[in-house]
């Protein structure tokens, strides 16, 4: 396994959170945002990241929370005509390339994410360009345009089986762009990988050191980890996946008290599957200024109620500001590597199936 060349370090551009609203202010964007909903036909799909209010005002209206790929699948089979993606840029972009004759808007187009911003395609494209002889997958956290350039994209709960297979047909990878994951699935696999460097800022900021006091204060603890922590964190673990599967991961495990390494938007969820336990937050190494995360993407909390009803109420002259375009070459670029995904995914169900 060789690393790829880091490009240059990026000052990533962090976002204000919105101001706290009153309760009274909160209640009635709640029941505006409600009546606009189903006055436009429109569906409310969230990640698990986003604040739990916004978690909450997607699952009361029969939208979706998720991880980004169920969001953007999601987005594609239900009835509506529009699409209010809570999360992040690359999640719109998503759904919107499986939904383009849907209209998908977004809180902000402002809420990007660190893996996006040190990726750009222009860079990665260079670099895929000279190691020709190897496939490009890619992480789900990727721009529209990133996903084009690749042969395959992979989410988290699923990147270990495809770069297994791959590996199995004697490809050589290029991977991108989380360095953390990257490293994890070649340990994992085996495989040849070539490896972007790149990272999320909330899993890279987990630190095993902090870690291991908590630990000493909860030693009956289970460990759940997300695979883009570094590998000093993820060696601690007692369970390692995606969201959806630290989820599942929290509700087989028989601890009563769980260290949970990712976004702590994810205890929402999480502690509707587990009521009866108490959910702890991995430590980060940084505390206050030095803290770049503290353990929640700054882009996700700008995912507000405000945003998301100027979202639903603004006219053909603001819709720059959250509507979702991709070129269409782009879109049937992605699509394919998409695709390859999801009907690899479906192959694995069916075979998981056949033979229970």
Same mark, same amino acid.
């Given at each position: ?130 190691? /020709? @002889?190897?496939?490009?997958? !890619?992480?789900?956290?990727?721009? $529209?345009? =990133?996903?084009?350039? +690749? *042969? ?66 909860? /030693? @009956?603890?289970?460990?759940? !980890?997300?695979?883009?922590?570094? $590998?000093? =964190?993820?060696?601690? +673990? *007692? ?118």
């Amino acid at each position: 396994m060789t690393d790829a060349l880091r490009i240059a370090p990026i000052d990533y551009p962090f976002p204000e959170k919105p101001a706290s609203l009153s309760a009274e202010r909160s209640a009635f964007l709640t029941q505006e945002i409600k009546r606009l909903l189903v006055e436009k036909n429109a569906t409310l799909v969230a990640h698990y990241y986003t604040d739990p209010e916004i978690q909450a005002l997607a699952e009361a209206t029969g939208g979706c929370v998720s991880d980004s790929l169920e969001m953007a699948r999601f987005g594609r089979d239900c009835a509506a005509e529009t699409l209010i993606v809570a999360g992040v840029k690359f999640m719109g972009e998503t759904s919107k390339i499986l939904s383009p004759e849907k209209t998908v808007l977004m809180p902000t187009l402002e809420a990007t994410c660190s893996l996006d911003l040190g990726c750009p395609e222009k860079e990665f494209s260079d670099f895929c360009d000279t190691h /020709p @002889d190897h496939t490009v997958v !890619v992480y789900a956290n990727t721009s $529209a345009a =990133v996903k084009a350039r +690749a *042969d395959w994209i992979v989410t988290s709960s699923i990147a270990l089986e495809i770069v297994e297979h791959l590996d199995s047909e004697g490809h050589k990878i290029i991977w991108g762009p989380d360095r953390h994951l990257g490293s994890y699935i070649a340990k994992e696999t085996g495989a040849d990988m070539l490896m972007w460097q790149g990272e999320c800022i909330v899993h890279d900021e987990f630190s095993s050191k902090a870690l291991k006091d908590l630990q000493h204060v909860y /030693p @009956d603890a289970a460990i759940l !980890v997300h695979p883009e922590s570094p $590998a000093s =964190v993820v060696e601690m +673990a *007692d369970a390692v996946g995606s969201t959806s599967q630290l989820i599942n991961a929290a509700k087989s495990l028989p601890n009563k008290q769980l260290i949970v390494a990712t976004d702590r938007g994810i205890f929402y969820k999480m502690q509707q599957q587990v009521p009866d336990k108490e959910l702890l937050e991995a430590p980060t190494g940084g505390n206050g200024a030095t803290c770049k995360s503290c353990a929640h993407c700054p882009w996700m909390a700008m995912n507000g109620l405000e945003s998301i009803y100027k979202a639903l109420t603004c006219d053909a002259g603001d819709n720059s500001l959250h509507n979702i375009e991709v070129d269409e070459s782009v879109r049937e670029g992605a699509l394919i590597s998409l695709n390859r995904m999801l009907d690899f995914s479906a192959q694995l169900k069916a075979n998981a199936n056949t033979s229970v």
